[in-house]
């Protein structure tokens, strides 16, 4: 029995099916993961910090960047004092010098990037209808979910060509498949990480960098709880699950993709929807 958050902040115990697990995977199972240095940003809360978790339990020395100092040093001291590598490096996605400070910062303090998890993002304004979008609020989003995307993939790529070897997994949404009515800005930016992901997969395919994605449906997270009610209960009724998702699930399925064993995909979507998502 697990318990866990819902829609709107309840709190429900989930009872798991037979099989079912929510610690990490096992390390045996998933090579390239120990040892590596790996960049998360958007690490400080949420499915950043879960991922960093997950990849700090496997082994790899973590670098978590994210623009709120203060929740940033927290989230690395409760890593290093669970036993993993970690430091915060303070970092504004959506500035070209900011980024380029911040994986400098990262290279010489590492000499390396293995891998790169793009979790920074924010939904904006939601649960308002097209005629409503400000412009202001739709570039914001479009910075911090798309632009930041593709700053922070452009300044860890030379690293990884120069050893011939990376995994960057950028953190969508089932929205930039689908749409979700009220959140212009954040599904078409989210269709835009997607867009990305496609471009840059298949631009380095024949290196040993695989570029992928993730598209998870409601995760239970700060971002979430910001969220007007009624917005949430939208996205989770259209999951057949029936619930909301664990970060610890975005987790699980980031480790696969950034291990060695997922060696054959590359430029790909994944999922994690509870159904959701039809493709
Ligand atoms: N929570 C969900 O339901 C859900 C579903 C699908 C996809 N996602 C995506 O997962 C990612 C993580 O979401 P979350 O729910 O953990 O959100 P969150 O708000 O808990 O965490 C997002 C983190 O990004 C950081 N960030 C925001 N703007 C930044 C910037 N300009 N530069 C650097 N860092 C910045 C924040 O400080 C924060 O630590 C986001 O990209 C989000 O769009 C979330």
Redesign the pocket.
Known sequence: MHRIRTIAGHVVDFQEPAGYRLTPMPTAALSGISGSIAVI??G?????LQIAQHLGQLGAQLCL????GP?LEKAAATLAKNGMKAKGYQ????SESSVAQCFKSIIDDNKKVDILVQ?????GKTNVKTHEVELDNFEHVFK??ST?VFLCARAVLPSMIKQNYGRIVN????SGKEGNAGMLAYSSS?AAVIGQTKVMGKEYAETGITINCVA????Q????DAMPPEQVKYMTDKIPMKRTCLPEEVANLVCFIASKEASFTTAFCFDVTGGRSTY
């Open positions: 940003t958007g400080a809360q949420g499915i950043g960047v994210d623009m709120n929740v970092c504004d996605v959506t979790a920074a993002g924010i939904t911090i979910n930041g953190i969508a949404s089932v989210k998870p449906a409601v995760v997270t700060a971002m979430v």
